[in-house]
């Protein structure tokens, strides 16, 4: 894809990493190793990246409902992007990962949902920059005060309440972002519990970027949704609310805003079955 304001490329990220009014932030996790993304930083990131985590900063703890990734405490989420330096509504944030956009989609509808909307992804990820020749470092980067008020976009989410109410209803759409085999429950490596929401129907998350983590175009993307454009109302979920944010992020691209996401996801669906 082109620059964009949803999308960078690693062409434009390298001419503007000193960039005083762009923040970028490494995002990169594994749910099989959770230590892994911050090692993975520390030994080589790209220049002036900070790092989020996860599970740390992207996620509260665990409880018996909720989901496996509860949203992060939103006034703390705040302090820590306030404090490597962004502006509300002023500094431009660019996230990257090396997961086709699994986990800085995430950031990147958080930061929306916390009202910023001046964020995008770096195209092809962190294997995309540095095939592309550009520098890594160890170095960590040194911070300068930011402030980060968010203004909440409550009605970008839905609870378990609204999902079981709304899902069935005429115009209304649920869309389940995980892989086709886990939606028709021939698999389940993480839940307790195989399947899908009923009455959901399937659009793989990964379906969004190319085996490159290069994101598909954008009339790709809008050719991808074409049966849900008359959509009254598209709510999404995956396992745990974030890959769902990488489909958030094609309907966007598409040009179909508004679509809403579980957070809880599967995972808090199947808690209470």
């Known amino acids: 894809m082109t620059d964009t304001n949803l999308i960078?490329?690693?062409?434009?990220?390298?001419?503007?990493?000193?960039?005083?009014?762009v923040v970028i932030i490494d995002c990169r996790f594994s749910l099989a190793d959770a230590e892994l993304g911050q090692k993975q930083y520390q030994e080589s990131h790209i220049p002036g990246?900070?790092?989020?985590?996860?599970?740390?900063?992207?996620?509260?703890?665990?409880?018996?409902?909720?989901?496996?990734?509860?949203?992060?405490?939103?006034?703390?989420?705040?302090?820590?992007?306030?404090?490597?330096?962004?502006k509300f509504q002023n500094t431009l944030v660019v996230v990257y990962d090396d997961s086709r956009l699994a986990f800085a989609a995430r950031l990147w509808w958080l930061l929306r949902y916390m009202?910023?909307?001046?964020?995008?992804?770096?195209?092809?990820?962190?294997?995309?920059?540095?095939?592309?020749?550009?520098?890594?470092?160890?170095?960590l980067p040194e911070s300068i005060e930011g402030k980060f008020v968010p203004e909440?976009?409550?009605?970008?989410?839905?609870?378990?309440?609204?999902?079981?109410?709304?899902?069935?209803?005429?115009?209304?759409?649920?869309?389940?972002?995980?892989?086709?085999?886990?939606?028709?429950?021939?698999?389940?490596?993480?839940?307790?519990?195989?399947?899908?929401?009923p009455g959901a129907?399937?659009?793989p998350w990964q379906d969004v970027t190319d085996e490159g983590s290069k994101v598909r175009s954008p009339s790709e993307?809008?050719?991808?949704?074409?049966?849900?454009?008359?959509?009254?109302?598209?709510?999404?979920?995956?396992?745990?609310?974030?890959?769902?944010?990488?489909n958030l992020l094609s309907l966007e691209i598409a040009g179909i805003p508004n679509a809403k996401l579980y957070p809880g996801s599967w995972s808090d669906w199947c808690s209470y079955q």
């Open 201 to 203: 129907v399937n659009y």
């Open 49 to 86: 990246a900070f790092y989020l985590d996860l599970n740390r900063d992207l996620a509260s703890p665990v409880d018996k409902h909720g989901g496996r990734h509860p949203l992060p405490n939103i006034a703390e989420l705040a302090d820590k992007l306030s404090a490597i330096g962004i």
């Open 221 to 246: 993307q809008k050719q991808r949704w074409s049966e849900l454009e008359t959509a009254a109302e598209i709510m999404v979920y995956c396992g745990s609310g974030v890959t769902a944010c990488v």
């Open 115 to 139: 009202g910023h909307s001046k964020v995008a992804v770096l195209d092809g990820g962190f294997s995309g920059w540095k095939a592309a020749g550009y520098p890594v470092t160890n170095i």
């Open 8 to 21: 960078v490329s690693p062409e434009w990220l390298a001419a503007n990493t000193e960039n005083p009014q």
């Open 152 to 197: 909440l976009r409550s009605d970008w989410i839905v609870d378990i309440e609204a999902v079981k109410a709304r899902k069935d209803l005429p115009g209304m759409v649920l869309v389940d972002s995980r892989e086709n085999d886990r939606y028709l429950g021939l698999r389940e490596p993480i839940d307790p519990i195989a399947g899908h929401i």
